[in-house]
């Protein structure tokens, strides 16, 4: 959710260098329950990231067994190298530790060597492997995917949470058809408004907008899906909708009322300008009204859709809502740079703050945030994003998997909440700032 506010000129530097430095000093790496298996395994992972990875990863014999085998190898650009052989690894002193690999293609006379950063996954005798890139081996281990999902899928059983289905090709078409029946309704019901279709790869706009301003909106839609991907670790070209998303946005904000009323029967919408109807079957429909600041209605459009991307990403666990709300205001502020709103929220928020020297206890675990408390949300995914992506990526993909956010902020970043928010505090002048 968002709340509309006028915007002063302000600059806000999130975090300064020191600042960096700071959350890199006190982000060391403790020791975790990963870190101490691996250790039993002879392995000395050097921070938590390594010893995450290293769960699933192969052995350097298991590794030397790959070659002279045929594989798909999936590459960061998103092209699939079909039925390559594995011809040679290039490590380091550990075996394991991949920096490149050498393919041949069937009718080839040499091999094309592929740095280990340039892989995603590959297919070997139908078993799937990830390429998971370690920036202190300055090398890649490779994880045994299947044993890695099926030990997660147990794990998220006792939850009730599961990981999402691959939906095959025909049946995305079909999801993408029922969209547009429905739609169609919706267009009927406003046929007052002119309403018209836009479809782009991963999404199905709405609109009573005229065209040439529709145009940016779905630049930013796809920029916000390939970072996200980025950011989380999808490899890319991925779909990860149900058929696609759906976006109604209206020019006004009697007929948002309206749609919300008579589609989802909600009457209660605060100072909402945009809402993400998440279903639990992977449907997601984002309605939205654009009234008079077309930048922020850029970042409101990004902030929602982003809801519906965590929805589907992964597994269905739903994130806790400080980072959801935090990540969807950092991912708006960046593909929507034009619109101050969320840099506004950070200087509000840390005002509060200062006055406070404390989140108040409720920040970390409430279900809603208060309009101030964005501020706090974006400016903590930022810093953690900073200090490092690969932590950060950990961190996501550890709470989807089931970890609780605390356990997964250990394992990831090897500190507690206390540290974090001190680690915030320090960014903005508050060292002894608790949640
Ligand atoms: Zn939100």
């Given at each position: 959710?968002?709340?509309?506010?006028?915007?002063?000129?302000s600059?806000?530097r999130?975090?300064?260098?020191?600042?960096?430095?700071?959350?890199?000093?006190?982000?060391?790496?403790?020791?975790?329950?990963?870190?101490?298996?691996?250790?039993?395994?002879?392995?000395?992972?050097?921070?938590t990231?390594?010893?995450?990875?290293?769960?699933?990863?192969?052995?350097?014999?298991?590794?030397?067994?790959?070659?002279g085998?045929?594989?798909?190898?999936?590459?960061?650009?998103?092209?699939l190298?079909q039925?390559?052989?594995?011809?040679?690894?290039?490590?380091?002193?550990?075996?394991?530790?991949?920096?490149?690999i050498?393919?041949?293609?069937?009718?080839?006379?040499?091999?094309?060597?592929?740095?280990?950063?340039?892989?995603?996954?590959?297919?070997?005798?139908?078993?799937k492997?990830?390429?998971?890139?370690?920036p202190?081996?300055?090398?890649?281990?490779?994880?045994?995917?299947?044993?890695?999902?099926?030990?997660?899928?147990?794990?998220?059983?006792?939850?009730n949470?599961?990981?999402?289905?691959?939906?095959?090709?025909?049946?995305?078409n079909?999801?993408?058809?029922?969209?547009?029946?429905?739609?169609?309704?919706?267009?009927?019901?406003?046929?007052?408004?002119?309403?018209?279709?836009?479809?782009?790869?991963?999404?199905?706009?709405f609109?009573?907008?005229?065209?040439?301003?529709?145009?940016?909106?779905?630049?930013?839609?796809?920029?916000?899906?390939?970072?996200?991907?980025?950011?989380?670790?999808?490899?890319?070209?991925?779909?990860?909708?149900?058929?696609?998303?759906?976006?109604?946005?209206?020019?006004?904000?009697?007929?948002?009322?309206?749609?919300?009323?008579?589609?989802?029967?909600?009457?209660?919408?605060?100072?909402?300008?945009?809402?993400?109807?998440?279903?639990?079957?992977?449907?997601?429909?984002?309605?939205?009204?654009?009234?008079?600041?077309?930048?922020?209605?850029?970042a409101?459009?990004?902030?929602?859709?982003?809801?519906?991307?965590?929805?589907r990403?992964?597994?269905?666990?739903?994130?806790?809502?400080?980072?959801?709300?935090?990540i969807?205001?950092?991912?708006?502020?960046t593909?929507?740079?034009?619109?101050?709103?969320?840099?506004y929220?950070?200087?509000?928020?840390?005002?509060?703050?200062?006055?406070?020297?404390?989140?108040?206890?409720?920040?970390?675990?409430?279900?809603?945030?208060?309009?101030?408390?964005?501020?706090?949300?974006?400016?903590?995914?930022?810093?953690?994003?900073?200090?490092?992506?690969?932590?950060?990526?950990?961190?996501?993909?550890?709470?989807?998997?089931?970890?609780?956010?605390?356990?997964?902020?250990?394992?990831?970043y090897?500190?507690?909440?206390?540290?974090?928010?001190?680690?915030?505090?320090?960014?903005?002048?508050?060292p002894?700032?608790?949640?």
């Amino acid at each position: 959710m968002q709340v509309s506010r006028t915007i002063p000129n302000s600059i806000f530097r999130v975090a300064s260098i020191p600042v960096i430095l700071f959350l890199m000093l006190i982000l060391q790496p403790s020791e975790t329950a990963a870190q101490k298996r691996s250790t039993r395994l002879n392995a000395k992972p050097a921070n938590t990231v390594e010893a995450a990875a290293m769960e699933f990863a192969l052995t350097a014999e298991q590794v030397n067994e790959l070659v002279g085998k045929k594989a798909d190898v999936l590459t960061t650009t998103g092209k699939l190298e079909q039925n390559v052989e594995i011809t040679r690894f290039f490590t380091g002193r550990n075996k394991g530790h991949v920096k490149s690999i050498e393919f041949k293609a069937e009718n080839a006379k040499r091999g094309k060597r592929f740095f280990a950063t340039k892989l995603v996954e590959m297919t070997v005798d139908e078993k799937k492997y990830q390429f998971q890139y370690i920036p202190s081996l300055k090398a890649a281990l490779i994880e045994n995917l299947d044993q890695k999902k099926a030990a997660i899928t147990e794990k998220l059983r006792l939850s009730n949470e599961q990981f999402w289905e691959e939906i095959p090709e025909e049946e995305q078409n079909e999801h993408v058809e029922e969209y547009k029946t429905f739609l169609t309704k919706v267009g009927e019901h406003f046929s007052a408004l002119n309403m018209k279709f836009y479809e782009t790869k991963y999404f199905l706009f709405f609109t009573d907008m005229p065209a040439k301003q529709v145009a940016p909106y779905l630049i930013q839609l796809d920029k916000m899906n390939e970072l996200l991907g980025r950011s989380f670790g999808f490899k890319p070209g991925y779909n990860i909708w149900r058929g696609k998303a759906v976006i109604v946005a209206f020019m006004g904000k009697p007929a948002f009322l309206e749609f919300e009323k008579k589609f989802y029967n909600r009457i209660e919408t605060g100072n909402a300008i945009g809402l993400c109807h998440s279903h639990s079957n992977g449907k997601v429909i984002v309605s939205c009204y654009r009234g008079d600041d077309p930048n922020f209605f850029g970042a409101v459009l990004v902030h929602e859709t982003a809801h519906g991307y965590m929805h589907r990403y992964r597994t269905t666990v739903s994130i806790p809502t400080w980072i959801n709300e935090g990540i969807a205001d950092w991912i708006a502020m960046t593909v929507v740079p034009s619109s101050k709103e969320v840099k506004y929220r950070q200087t509000e928020a840390a005002a509060r703050l200062r006055q406070m020297q404390t989140f108040g206890g409720q920040f970390f675990n409430s279900d809603r945030l208060d309009s101030w408390q964005y501020g706090c949300a974006s400016a903590l995914i930022q810093l953690m994003l900073k200090a490092s992506p690969e932590q950060f990526k950990l961190f996501f993909n550890g709470i989807k998997d089931g970890l609780t956010w605390q356990d997964s902020l250990l394992r990831a970043y090897g500190i507690t909440v206390e540290q974090l928010s001190q680690a915030y505090g320090q960014s903005i002048g508050i060292p002894r700032l608790t949640p």
